[in-house]
């Protein structure tokens, strides 16, 4: 199978197109385990939830659009929205996610803003 970048993400409805030399970080929600050590030498796991988490990804920002304005809406709402990732090889994640970080920060040169997403759900469709 092929690998390669993302193409798109959906946020809240509003597509946005990704940047083709990014190198997209994905994490599924779970949990993550520490092991834990007792005095007499013994261990056990101790288990932590985690969010699900999309990183290192930049979308093409679109002033006609006022997408910075969007992104900063999505940013000040109080609670997850809907998104789903297009990956190149047809490849769809969704969740339940919300936007983390400065993540409404354009780099006016080229048009790219990077964003992350941090939430209870995603997953492969």
């Not at 092991?35 to 990804?57: C, E, V």
């Amino acid at each position: 199978m092929a690998k390669g970048p993302a193409e798109s993400i959906t946020i809240a409805e509003r597509r946005f197109a990704c940047n083709a030399d990014d190198d997209v970080a994905i994490q599924l929600p779970g949990f993550t385990n520490e092991t834990r050590m007792h005095g007499d030498g013994g261990a056990h796991i101790s288990k932590s939830r985690k969010p699900g988490n999309i990183s290192n990804l930049n979308v093409y920002i679109d002033s006609e659009r006022d997408d910075l304005e969007y992104l900063q809406e999505i940013t000040n709402r109080l609670d997850f929205v809907d998104i789903s990732l297009t990956l190149c090889d047809g490849t769809v994640y969704s969740g339940s996610m919300q936007l983390i970080g400065d993540s409404t920060a354009e780099g006016t040169k080229e048009g790219w803003a990077p964003i992350e997403l941090e939430g209870p759900t995603l997953e492969k469709q």
